[in-house]
């Protein structure tokens, strides 16, 4: 097999391998085989992988096609390879939360989205590089080298699910599980140019996680974190969740999924379109910063919604900035006790913006206020999101910025906070709305930027709908960064803008 066969076979989408695996077409030694090697090309210039298991990966697919010679029937997922953020459980597979504290955990079950995606005939490729614990949206942490953007290596591919997000992107496998307590599928998403959808709360289930009290850390984040899949298509998005929503009783969170049928929503954008959606744009929320250069992409971008027959309002939806809220309500969801014991422990090793967050002191007040800032939020947007079916911001405020710190220090002139860049994905994750990044264009320098898609109360079938519409008149899935030497190269393709 030459290398462009090679990487033929891993820049697949899962719906491809997966028709292809049922009509004997694709085997799932081959698809695995091929990403392994290109793992082993292109992992050591991006940090994605932090904990490979090509040898598990191989015996599992070995599997799969002996189940399939002996006339065995394919899951929904069989032969489609598959990267795992380190902050979900796999059994038998070291799972450190990006900290020095969990530098040999080896879990004793499998993540709920694990264990079905595995079930569905997924093959796990290993463990995907994140920030400790996932409090940060980089791609750094003190345990690995850090992930790094496939598009240009020099810049980080965002957070926390950054190894699943440069994973994807650079063509090993299609889809990578990953987590978005505050943004950390959808920044990744924006800056790599992938698609990165956070479902509505509940609709997949989490277990163990942060739902897991014995683990402090990965303990946290009960009533915001999210599960989902980092894909390069939006059908590969619905083909996934189409295994992973549904209710589990470990998971007192997690919803019934009978009122959306992931695939069909897809098909319907894809052919129907999506006219007649009444759509809301707010390029800053009326509070945020924005990089001129991401607001004249997202612009654009928000001009083909209008084509597709949309309504399209440009509108200021008058909430507060909630991102202090945001804050107080980690810290009150966190097992304060057991990170600090962790800091005592490990501390000198910890990301020092860790120790730094979960040694500062709350007041009770404080707490409260942040509480009350959520219920506010949530009803503001519930009765603005009455009269729009789909609210469009930009994913990030800024393009990918350089690997090694946390954020710009300043947006359009105004000095900022180093997190004031993620903002735009604080409602979605403080309501439990849905919500999605999807590729909007890029900078006149060649770098990715986010669209935000944001839903109603449990309208997942609409925002994929839409997005499915959006990805037909603006494909990207055929984009692939060149990798030589360490840094992204462009495409000698002329609708290829890779810097």
């Given at each position: 097999m030459t290398p462009e066969e090679r990487d033929e076979l891993c820049f697949l989408p899962a719906t491809d391998i997966v028709t292809g695996v049922a009509d004997r077409r694709l085997s799932p030694v081959e698809i695995v085989d091929?990403?392994?090697?290109?793992?082993?090309?292109?992992?050591?210039?991006?940090?994605?992988f932090c904990t490979p298991a090509p040898e598990q990966a191989r015996a599992r697919a070995a599997a799969l096609a002996d189940h399939l010679a002996r006339g065995g029937t394919p899951g929904p997922l069989t032969g489609v390879p598959l990267g795992v953020k380190d902050l979900i459980a796999t059994a038998g597979l070291r799972t450190t939360s990006g900290s020095p504290a969990y530098r040999?955990?080896?879990?004793?079950?499998?993540?709920?989205?694990?264990?079905?995606?595995?079930?569905?005939?997924?093959?796990?490729?290993?463990k995907t590089n994140t920030t400790e614990f996932g409090y940060s949206a980089v791609g750094h942490n003190p345990?690995?080298?850090?992930?790094?953007?496939?598009?240009?290596?020099?810049?980080t591919p965002g957070g926390s699910s950054a190894g699943s997000a440069a994973a994807v992107a650079a063509g090993l496998g299609p889809v990578a599980l990953g987590s978005d307590g505050g943004c950390s599928l959808r920044v990744p998403a924006a800056f790599c140019e992938l698609v990165g959808f956070k479902p509505s709360m509940g609709r997949v289930p989490v277990w163990p996680g942060c739902r897991d009290e014995r683990f402090p850390g990965v303990s946290g984040w009960e009533s915001l974190e999210h599960l989902g899949v980092l894909t390069r298509t939006v059908a590969d998005t619905a083909l996934m969740l189409s295994v992973l929503a549904g209710p589990d009783p470990r998971d007192r969170h997690s919803i019934p999924c009978h009122d959306v049928d992931w695939n069909t929503a897809v098909r319907r954008g894809t052919v129907e379109g999506c006219g007649g959606l009444r759509?809301?744009?707010?390029?800053?929320?009326g509070y945020l910063p924005v990089d001129p250069e991401v607001r004249a992409v997202v612009d654009d971008a928000v001009s083909v919604f209008r084509d597709l027959g949309c309504t399209v309002e440009e509108t200021d939806p008058g909430w507060?900035?909630?991102?202090?809220?945001?804050?107080?309500?980690?810290?009150a969801e966190t097992d304060l006790t057991g990170m600090r014991r962790l800091i005592d422990a490990h501390g000198p090793s910890m990301s020092p913006h860790l120790v730094s967050w979960m040694t500062r002191e709350w007041t009770a007040q404080e707490l409260t206020d942040a509480n009350i800032a959520r219920k506010a939020l949530t009803n503001r947007m519930a009765a603005f999101m009455s009269r729009y079916d789909i609210l469009i911001t930009p994913t990030s405020a800024v393009p990918p910025f350089p690997v090694g710190i946390q954020g710009p220090g300043r947006i359009d002139g105004q000095r900022v906070t180093d997190t004031a860049w993620i903002g735009f994905n604080y409602p979605a994750s403080l309501t439990g709305a849905p919500a999605v990044s999807l590729p909007a264009g890029r900078?006149?320098?060649?770098?990715?930027?986010?669209l935000q898609l944001i839903g109603g109360h449990?309208?997942?079938?609409?925002v994929l709908r839409t997005a499915a519409a959006y990805e037909a008149i603006r494909p990207w899935a055929h984009r692939r960064p060149s990798?030589?030497?360490?840094?992204?190269?462009?495409?000698?393709t002329a609708d290829t803008v890779a810097p």
């Open positions: 091929a990403v392994l090697d290109r793992m082993d090309e292109v992992n050591p210039l991006i940090g994605a040999d955990h080896v879990p004793d079950e499998d993540d709920i989205v694990v264990e079905r995606s595995v079930e569905a005939g997924a093959v796990v490729l290993g345990l690995f080298p850090p992930s790094r953007n496939p598009w240009s290596t020099g810049l759509i809301a744009y707010s390029p800053d929320l507060s900035d909630p991102a202090e809220a945001f804050q107080a309500l980690i810290t900078t006149p320098d060649g770098l990715p930027v986010g449990l309208a997942d079938g609409t990798l030589t030497g360490g840094r992204a190269v462009r495409e000698r």
